[in-house]
Structure formats: C-alpha cells, structure tokens
C-alpha cells in the first residue's frame, strides 16, 4: 500500500460513514451454536431463545418440502399472498400489513424509516437489545425507563416521551425478558397518552400465548401505532425470518421506501401461509406451551427459586440472590449444555429467562439445574 | 383526529426522517407474479428475472426437505458453516466473507457503510437499479455513466470517480443488463485506477456464468474491494436469498455494526451449503445455461434480431429498431404470457433481455416471438 507523505502513515482506505464510525462492531444476541462452539461443551437443552421446540405445523413441514423443487424462483416482492392472508387474519387492508425478515428486520426498518440523528427514542432499560441496536445504527438517542418491578412502567413511558418530544417508543406486550403483560386497556391508555407524533413500537412477538384481553383491539386509523407480529414464536418458524408490522397505511407504505423488496425468502413465505390456515397446530402448541411453562415454574419452585407470571412462551425466574448470582447459575447451566439467557439490566438482573420446551428437554433443566444452584451457591 | 387551530389543518402524525421523507415508495423490480395479478394473462413463460429454471441440485433439494422440520430453530446469526465452507471455497479467512438476505440486502448494507448524505456515488447509465435504490435511499448523489456500446465504460467509470471524488464504484461482471464482460486484466486496471478511499463494489452475480479468466484473482489485501457473489443465479437458488461478500476484513467487518444478524434464514444456509458442496450439479447447469443461450441467440437470428454474446445466464437482443420498439416487442410477448425485462437507458433501451431456461420455456419464446415482433411491427 501507498504511504502518502505528509499524512503520518494513514493507509488511504474508504472511510466509513460518520454515524457508522461510532458504531462498534456487535452481535444483540449470540446464539446458542455459537456457545457451544466456543466453550466446546454440547448443547443438551436449547431453551434460551425462546424459540417453540414444539415445532411448526407438519402441514408446514409439508408445504415447505413440496415448495422446496421451486427455490430456484424469486419470491414475490409484494409477498401479495401472504400479505392477502395476513389481512384477511387481522381484518385490515392489504396495505396496512408489511412482512420482513423477522420483526427484528421490520424494527431496523422502522427505525431508518422515523429517527434521524439525534432524535429521542424512548424503551424500558432492560428490554429488546436489537430494537436498541437499530436505534443507536441510525443516530437515535435512548433514553431508558427503569421497569416497575416484572412491567414495564406506561406512565413513566409516556412522561418520558413527553419530556423529550420523542419520536418513538418501544414497548413489547406481553413483554420479553420478564414475561409479564399489560391488559389491553392499559395499553390503549398509554397511545392515547402519546403525543401523536410519537410512533409507538408496539412488539406482540408474544401475542398468540398471552391470555384473552391482552392484545388491544385492531384500529388502523391510529396514526402513531405499529403493531408487530411473527411466525418465530407460537407458530414454530423462528428458522424461516418471517415477521410482519400492521397498521395505518401511510406508516405501512413508509416500508416501500427502503425495504430489501425481495428479502423475504421464498420457502418462508409458503411456511407461513400454511402456518397461519393451521389453527388446530396453533391451538395445540399453545396449549403444549402453557403446560411447558407450568412444569418450568414447578421446576423453579422445587429448588426453591420464584417463578414469575409469563403471557410468554418462558418463564421468568427470580434467582433470590443478585445479578452476579443469576449469572453464575447461568454459567452453571451452560456448563452442563443447558441453554439459557437473563436479563443484564440492574433490577431485572437477578433474573433468569428459560423457554418452554418439550419434555425431553425440560428432564435435562429437571436434571441440571439442582447441580448449578448447588455450585453456584459454592462459587458464591 | 385532532386538528390543531392555526395549523390549518395539518394532522399530527409521525414524521418521516428528513432522508426517508424526499423518497418515492418504489418497487425497484415488479415481479412476475404482480404482472400476472395486474393484467390477468397466465405466465406461460419466466424468462425474464435471470433465475434459472434448471433448477438448485437435487442434493440441495433433499437437504432443505430434512431440514425443515428444525425451522423452529433460530438460524446461526455468525453462519459460521456457510461462512467457513464459502472462506475455503474462495481461499480466504472467514473474516473475509459475510453472507447476507441476497446481493441486495448486501448492497443496502454496504451503501449504508460507506454513503453518507452528499456523497459522491459512480454507476453506469442503465446498471443495476436496485444499487441506485440503496444509494438514493442514505442520501448518495448518483453520478451516472454511459455505457460503451454493450459494456461498462471502465475509464470514464474511473475518470468521474476522480473528478467527483466519489466514495463508492458500482461495477457488474459480467455486466447486467448487457450480458458483456471485461476480462480480469481490465478489472484489474480498473480497480488500481480507482482512487484507495474510492470503494469498488464488483457485482460478480454471474461470475459463475463467464468464460475462464473473467474475474480477477482473489486479492483481499485491496483496501476498497467488495466482491459480490450470489446463489441467486447458476445455483438456482433465487427463492431462498443467499448472497455473500468477500474482501478486506476491515470492509467486511463492518457489516457487523449494523446487518439484521439473523436475517439470513436456516433453509437457505442449509441449502447454500449443499449447494456449494455439489460441483457436479453446478458444471451441469452452467452448461446448460450454455446451450440455452445459444438457443435463444438462434431463436432470435431466425427471427432477424440480433444477440449480443453473453457472459451471463441470458441473452441481450437488439431488436433492430428504438426503445420504444422494443417497449412493444416486449409487451406483445407479456401479452403472450413470457415475462421478460428490458433496459431503459438510453443506448440501451432497443434491446430486450431473455433468460436462459430449459427448452419448454425456450419453445414458448420460438412460438410467440414471430407473432409479437408481427404485433409490434404492426403497432408501430
């Protein structure tokens, strides 16, 4: 390379973009074959991710195996069939839903679509790190809002928004990591209590194993609400990236403008189609979640930990010791090839987050978990 | 809705971002799906996207249907084993490559690297638009370049990045939408010509494609060279949308600031791996590829048109008259049900552009080009 004079050394090469060159190099999530990779150990029980070891639908299993013989086709950039289902599902127009790659794709969308550099952006401390990490990609400025106790706390929210004349909240219902749920009245509280030049990101990755009345009602006239859904969760298709976000059609065609139009893959599209026409498969896992959760919490109560209220597809733990200590039972775990992760943020930190899973893995958390209480309980 | 007084009438709503707020909802490609939908007429024919009908490896087909069952499982976000398997297939370290949701979703990646509003950005008059769509979407000033007659003006190319002094090069080879390409000692010139803080995106979509000594040896040590590969294309694998991009490992490192780390899905890594590891089945559909270009070049000649040669994995026809000839000669044939693309730059646009595909499609195009050249020949 060319060592330019006078420009002590500097090896000319393209620089990055000024709101790229603050940003560090990260990963929000590491994933469990990354650990395993890394420690060595093999993993044994992978109930950290929350993803539904129930599996999709085998209609869907079928759909995709069918479909697979067509891969050599771009999909369809509109996702018209699948936008077509997703509307009639919701009772709202075709262009009032998007999809994307997973709702993490959507919320980086999202984002670039509502937040220059420098705008306030409003979240619980201590909720979903790649909404975060979408914001600090674009310039935006969090602000985070402490939980109040396992919920998220609307009212300081919405101050909070007021105070700073945000441009955006996040707000997960029912939320992640600490499983807990507003009713839908509070939540419609809380966009009315936005100023409505604040976008509320509304993330419902959770909805279909909450309990009746969590999920307010549908309105597309808001013209502040994105709603976000996904088929990673209850429905079993974490593998295939397919999310989607609804709501009024200004903010749905906002999409249109930056979205990577041939994104979501082929394959992905079929599976939620068939996904979503199999509700007796939705049923059941919901139900085979419910159970999960409930031998979770009896698990937790055997070796005497507290298992909190979940609307999820996980139940959280309190490790009654502090976050050092819910660390060390997570290293514990991980040590035995058991797969969790934990809230970071002080007062949800001394938490532990596992996912309902089948049975065959769940005998594994039965197994291991006494043995890492036990030796955390010695290393601490 | 509200209407604040003496502000007649505005409603409050969610602005868009300053950059977002200049952009036009667009559609870079309409597929053929949305074609059909819009004009009613059945696709006889998908000849015009550059996929390939031969279709991914049976291998490939067979591994993504085993692997189905586990898309409950969130993807590898590191895709490490795709990522290692393409490091030895190109002879580089795995920091050297990054995979992504297609070359699109890389391009988007890569213009937001790199691209800051006001920058400088060199393409040719009539080159991929989906890049243009990227660089208009952060704010990149596009300097556009004609063309050479059917290939890449590599010197004016050059020329406007110095004078501009751009940030960002876009060169495809093989070219899309001419089907030309320029031997690896041109491309070599043509990257030392550039300036070092002037980054070169090589789209190498149809690298596969191109006769032997096409592209450049692999050479990671240039500071501004981003290389772009695909199995979109002779891999026959466009539904599942798996791209990658080779270069220095500070260029390639960067993705990891701001990608959707779990963008890329399960299936299409699954399939991407057994892709690459079928040698055999890839000769065979490059050489396929090979025989329908040669068929559409002789369709075309029966007909009185004439082909350009062809790197690529289709064929570009100069239809003999001006663009707007060309603009009927190609919709007689979508009124004849073959879906087909054209270029519309000017110098370009008397040509019409035909996807190698197997021989039910290829008699289709023999069937009904004689009677849509009648049709346009009468409409003019």
Redesign the interface.
Known sequence: ??IRPGRSAV??????????AR?????????P??LA?RSGIPLRA?IG?N??????SPK??AA??AA???????????N?DLRAALAAHLGIGMDEVVAG??I??LL?LAV?????PG?AVITSLGAYPTFNYHVA??GGVLHGVPYAGAHEDLSALADRARETGA??VYLANPDNPMGSHWPAEAVEAFITAL?????LILDEAYGETAPAGTLPPIDT?R??LLRFRTF?KAY??????IGYAFGNS??V??F???R?????????QV?ALAALADHDHLGWAVGAIARARGRIADIARENGLAPLPSATNFVTIDCGGDGDYASLVLAELAQRGVFIRKPMAPGLDRHIRISAAPDSELDILAETLPQALRAAYGAG
């Open positions: 390379m060319r090896v000319p090469q393209p620089p990055f973009s000024p709101l790229v940003l560090p190099e990260t990963v929000p999530f590491v994933g074959e990354a990779r992978r991710a993803e539904s070891g129930f599996g999709p869907v299993v995709v195996a697979a013989p067509q891969s050599w086709a771009y999909p369809d950039p509109e018209h790659e997973g993490d794709g980086g670039r679509l509502f937040i220059a705008d990609g674009f441009r955006m100023p409505e030049t604040c976008l006239a013209p502040n990673s079993g298709l974490a593998g295939l990236r200004r903010l065609g906002g249109e403008r930056i990577n139009h041939f994104g979501l893959n082929r394959l992905g599976a």
